[in-house]
C-alpha cells in the first residue's frame, strides 16, 4: 500500500521558519515528480511547487518563490519543503503528492496520483 506522511507542520510567528517532511513508503519515487500543495480554510486546493525526479529541477507558485525550497532525499524516499519568511496568509493544510507517470511536476493537482493526509500550518501575526 502507498503513503505518503508530512510532518512538520504547526505553530509559527510571521518571518519564521518550518521545515516539511513527506515521507513515501509502499514503493520507490525516485523517478516520480512530487510536489506540495496547500488549502486554506474556504479556499481551493492550491499549487505551492513541484520537482522532478532526480531533484535537479524545481517549480514555485509566485506567492511562495524566493522564500519556499524544495528538496527531496531519494535514498531515503522523502520529499521536503523548507519555508521561511513565513506569512500569516500562508496558513494552510499543506499536502505533498506523487505523480507517477511525470518526469516533471504539474501546476495541475488531478496530474498526481497519490496524496498525503496533509500537516497543518499555521503562522501568526
Known amino acids: 500500500q502507498v503513503q505518503l506522511v508530512e510532518s512538520g507542520g504547526g505553530l509559527v510567528q510571521a518571518g519564521g521558519s518550518l521545515r516539511l517532511s513527506c515521507a513515501a513508503s509502499g514503493r520507490s519515487f525516485t523517478t516520480a515528480a512530487m510536489g506540495w500543495f496547500r488549502q486554506a480554510i474556504g479556499k481551493e486546493r492550491e499549487f505551492v511547487g513541484c520537482i522532478d525526479g532526480i531533484g535537479s529541477s524545481t517549480y514555485y507558485a509566485d506567492s511562495v518563490k524566493g522564500r519556499f525550497t524544495i528538496s527531496r532525499d531519494n535514498a531515503k524516499n522523502t520529499l521536503y519543503l523548507q519555508m521561511n519568511s513565513l506569512k500569516p496568509e500562508d496558513t494552510a493544510v499543506y499536502y505533498c503528492?506523487?505523480?507517477?507517470?511525470?518526469?516533471?511536476?504539474?501546476?495541475?493537482?488531478?496530474?498526481?496520483?497519490?496524496w498525503g493526509q496533509g500537516t497543518q500550518v499555521t503562522v501568526s501575526s
Open positions: 503528492a506523487a505523480a507517477a507517470a511525470l518526469v516533471y511536476g504539474s501546476i495541475n493537482p488531478r496530474d498526481y496520483d497519490y
